[in-house]
């Protein structure tokens, strides 16, 4: 079965401009999970996406948003990049269940400069 | 609000060593707790995990005890190995595996 797949790998933007990472969760997973990770830190919940809705939100503002498509993959957008913003950003897919476990991708590692 | 604390690192350790990393928690209700490892370059991935008061997790020889009265779920190996090198996250839950609070992390090196 093909894993969580992210891209890109890394990517460097200028403080004030917008991005957009991209997410393809496992075969069969319909619920997906962003997580943002700073530099020697635990990841932090950004959102939760399952059946194309928002279904939960961490404590992030609004410029951080998000989109799941009928296939289940996943974009994260973040508008007006700040510095703080530099980050390791995770996607997570799983099942659905409550007992599923997340299955995390590599991660997509963002600069802002 | 929810929280977890684990040790300090980074930890050094020679191979075959004890390894011990601590989590506590915060949480105003009965979570799931867990453990995952993030290896160099890599994602994250569950390690083992624990859904009830006395739950003991294990996987590849490492074991971790959902303590309540202690609010702990401390990470235990009885013999490590250099392939051991990673991160290690503590994290609770209360929607099963989903929506997780991540510990900081400690770094665990191991040393042949």
């Known amino acids: 079965e093909t894993g969580v797949t992210q891209s890109p790998t890394h990517l460097i933007k200028t403080r004030g401009q917008q991005v957009t990472l991209r997410c393809s969760s496992q075969?069969?997973?319909?619920?997906v999970s962003w997580y943002q990770q700073a530099l020697g830190q635990g990841p932090q919940f950004i959102f939760q996406?399952?059946?194309?809705?928002?279904?939960g939100r961490g404590n992030f503002p609004p410029r951080f948003s998000g989109l799941q498509f009928p296939n289940y993959s996943s974009e994260l957008n973040v508008n007006a990049l700040e510095l703080d913003d530099s980050a390791l950003y995770l996607c997570?897919?799983?099942?659905?269940?409550?007992?599923?476990?997340?299955?995390f991708g590599n991660g997509t590692r963002l600069t802002v400069t | 609000g929810d929280s977890v604390t684990q040790m300090e690192g980074p930890v050094t350790l020679s191979e075959e060593a004890f390894l011990t990393i601590n989590c506590t928690y915060t949480?105003?209700?009965?979570?799931?707790l867990f453990w995952y490892v993030q290896y160099p370059g890599e994602g994250l991935q569950l390690l083992l995990k624990?859904?009830?008061?006395?739950d003991k997790g294990s996987n590849k020889g490492f074991e971790a005890t959902y303590r309540k009265e202690t609010t702990s779920f401390h990470l235990e190996k009885g013999s490590v190995q250099v392939s051991d090198s990673a991160v290690y996250f503590c994290?609770?839950?209360?929607?099963?595996?989903?929506?997780?609070?991540f510990g900081q992390g400690t770094r665990l090196t191991i040393n042949p």
């Open positions: 997570a897919s799983t099942g659905g269940r409550s007992d599923s476990p997340l299955h």
């Open positions: 075969s069969g997973h319909n619920t």
């Open positions: 996406y399952y059946r194309e809705e928002e279904n």
């Open positions: 949480a105003t209700g009965y979570p799931s």
């Open positions: 624990a859904t009830k008061a006395d």
């Open positions: 994290a609770l839950s209360y929607q099963g595996a989903q929506k997780l609070v």
